[in-house]
Each structure stands twice: as C-alpha cells, then as structure tokens.
C-alpha cells in the first residue's frame, strides 16, 4: 500500500532562517506529488505541484520553492522565512489525473 | 476569486441524526468534486468523490449529492457518530495533462454532540 511521509511535525524558526520540509512517498512510482499550507481558520491553498522530477510549477507567487530530486521526494526551502510563513504545511500526492490526492499529516511551522 | 466556498463554518448535530455538509462552486468546469475530512494537527483524508456526469454516490454512512444546475453539492452523514467530529473540506477538480489540481473550500466544522 501506499504510504506518505512528512517531517518534521512542528518546527519553530526566527525570522530570516532558512526552511527545509521533505516529503517522501512510497509503494508508488510517477506520482503527482503537491505541496499546500492552511492558514490559521482558513481552507488549503495549492502551493506546488510537481507532475515528474525535476519539474515544478507554482501556483502562487510567494517566499517559498520547491523541488523534487527523486520521482518519490517533494521538497519545501525558503532562503529567509518571513512571518507570514507561518502555517500548517501538507503534502499530497495522487496517481493519474482524476484520482483523489492523499494527504501525509502536515508541518505546523511557527516563526518568531 | 473563491471557487469553492463552503458557507456554513461550523454545523453541530445531535449522535445518531443526519448532518449535511453543503458546498457551492462557480466553476463549470470541474469534472470531480470531494470530500475529505480533518482532525486536527493532520492531514485531510479522503472520504467521498462525485463525477460531474453523476449526481449521486454513495459509500457506507456517507452520500454525496451534486446539483449541476445550482452548481451546488452536499454530503450527508447517516446516522452521524461522535468520532465524525471534524473539519469537512469540499475539493473540486479539474482533469488536465498538467495533473489534477483541487480548489479547496474553506472548510466546515462539524460537531455531533453524544
């Protein structure tokens, strides 16, 4: 079966750090693979999503990138975490075009 | 532009009668609409999807329903249980070769009181 990993849980950053999330998924090959935050009280907004390595289109423009190095591993960086970063951070991946997208457990990133 | 909105922020049901989570959405081009639920401090999970050819389905306690014509859908919960406490997400879809890409509403708390 197909399993999705997020990590870390939480993260509490200062502001103007760097930010790395990963997200890996397994028992899958050639997925879709997404990134979205949730904002305090507010519904998923798409960030990113990638359709196969190395390839990555954003949905928003914003302090954040992504990147994907393996066909099962999304990646989440900023070079200097603003506090409007703040959030709780999913990651998603679907098969195939009308599939349901799954969601891994999420990052709660805080920045003081 | 909310293409999806879900209006009713939170929506608190007695154990053992029937909840109707409601969702509406401006774009007549989305080919799949779903639900997914969500605790808190998790991600969503999937629950239930409906076709746009279709106009119901159903799976277990759970029933979507969707009006193309008000361009409206709803999920209903029966009977509805203490552990179905959550956030309900409304998602809609459009298929593309660029990969499928949801709209989220903003979410729904619901609360089913024992």
């Known amino acids: 079966s197909q399993t999705i990993h997020q990590w870390p849980a939480t993260l509490v950053q200062p502001v103007g750090s760097p930010l790395s999330l990963e997200c890996t998924v397994e028992?899958?090959?050639?997925?879709?693979l997404y990134w979205y935050r949730q904002a305090a009280g507010r519904g998923l907004q798409l960030l990113f999503y990638s359709v196969g390595i190395g390839q990555i289109s954003s949905e928003v423009p914003q302090n954040l990138s992504a990147s994907r190095p393996q066909d099962r591993q999304f990646i989440l960086s900023s070079k200097k975490l603003l506090l409007s970063d703040s959030g709780f951070y999913l990651c998603?991946?679907?098969?195939?075009?009308?599939?349901?997208?799954?969601f891994g457990d999420g990052t709660r990133l805080s920045i003081l | 532009d909310q293409q999806v909105k879900q209006n009713s922020p939170s929506l608190s049901v007695q154990e053992g009668r029937i909840s109707i989570l409601n969702c509406d959405y401006t774009?007549?081009?989305?080919?799949?609409f779903l639900w997914y639920k969500k605790y808190p401090a998790e991600g969503p999970t999937f629950l239930i999807s409906i076709s746009s050819i279709k106009d119901k389905n159903e799976d277990g306690r759970f029933t979507v329903f969707l009006n193309k014509s008000a361009k409206h859908l709803s999920l209903h919960i029966v009977p509805s249980q203490p552990g179905d406490s959550a956030v309900y997400f409304c998602a809609a879809l459009i298929v593309n070769n660029a990969g499928n890409m949801l709209t989220f509403g903003g979410g729904t708390r619901l609360m089913v009181k024992p």
């Open positions: 028992g899958t090959s050639n997925p879709n």
């Open positions: 998603a991946w679907s098969q195939g075009s009308s599939q349901p997208q799954h």
């Open positions: 774009n007549s081009m989305f080919d799949y």
